[in-house]
């Protein structure tokens, strides 16, 4: 007891240090944020909302970053599930692969996707035969907004596949599951905190996108560049109505989805 004792208070001095460093942190997130939203009255937050254009590009926002997170979560749940689960050769380069978007500047995933998908070039000719245009369309959004984020939900989704016990899925199989009703019933259930953890943050990421959008498709505006073209056209003043209701509308939904992949993680 007095080991113990004595640690909590030789451990004090830390922990206000510490305090005082992770209080420093959230100020400078938070302070910038609250600043920007009631800088702003709530009539004119209301009349921005109720312009057309930008309602429209949040609704783009949102919409875009939800098919990427469809089609994202749809491809990367199987790879999050071998990478967890098995061993195979450039395991670690496809790892590293799949972070790569993370720390690549995205106005060059811009450039990057653009010499893939665009018109002049093979996947571009392909999709365009197929009635699929990327430059200047939204599925040059999605295209952009997938890139970027997916790897968050690959990553939350593999450490969540990995908290679940091996033995569980034997179990299951020795019942006579097969692989597929294995995971379906036992090992998604049991990582699907992780995985709506990862699948929110997936969404966020998308949202927030400029840069790659930017190069592939300017038009039709998502919010962020709408807040981008606003302030070089108009200035500062006209651009942080259309910020803040951004910003509120954002964060109202993602605080929801998190304190929703909370309760998931908790059961």
């Not at 840069?211 to 962020?224: E, F, R």
């Amino acid at each position: 007891m007095r080991s113990l004792t004595g640690m909590h208070l030789s451990m004090s001095p830390m922990k206000l240090v510490f305090i005082l460093l992770g209080s420093l942190i959230v100020l400078f997130i938070f302070v910038p944020l609250f600043k920007m939203m009631f800088s702003s009255s709530p009539a004119s937050l209301l009349d921005t909302l109720g312009e057309g254009e930008v309602a429209a590009s949040i609704l783009l926002t949102l919409y875009a970053a939800l098919l990427a997170t469809v089609i994202g979560f749809l491809l990367g749940i199987p790879l999050a599930y071998l990478l967890a689960r098995h061993e195979f050769p450039g395991k670690r380069l496809v790892e590293g692969l799949i972070d790569l978007p993370i720390v690549v500047p995205h106005s060059a995933v811009g450039i990057a996707l653009l010499f893939v998908f665009g018109q002049r070039f093979f996947f571009g000719k392909v999709f365009h035969a197929m009635g699929i245009d990327f430059v200047g369309e939204v599925a040059g959004i999605v295209i952009a907004m997938l890139f970027v984020s997916v790897p968050f939900l690959i990553n939350a989704a593999k450490e969540g596949f990995k908290k679940v016990d091996v033995r569980l899925e034997k179990v299951a199989r020795s019942l006579g599951a097969s692989p597929w009703q294995s995971f379906r019933r036992v090992t998604l259930p049991l990582a699907r905190g992780s995985i709506l953890s990862g699948t929110v943050m997936m969404w966020a990421r998308g949202i927030s996108e400029f840069g790659a959008v930017l190069i592939l498709t300017y038009n039709p505006m998502i919010a962020p560049i709408l807040v981008y073209e606003r302030f070089e056209t108009f200035g500062l003043d006209y651009a942080l109505p259309v910020a803040a209701v951004l910003v509120l509308v954002c964060l109202v939904i993602f605080v929801t989805l998190r304190a929703i992949a909370h309760r998931w993680e908790a059961k």
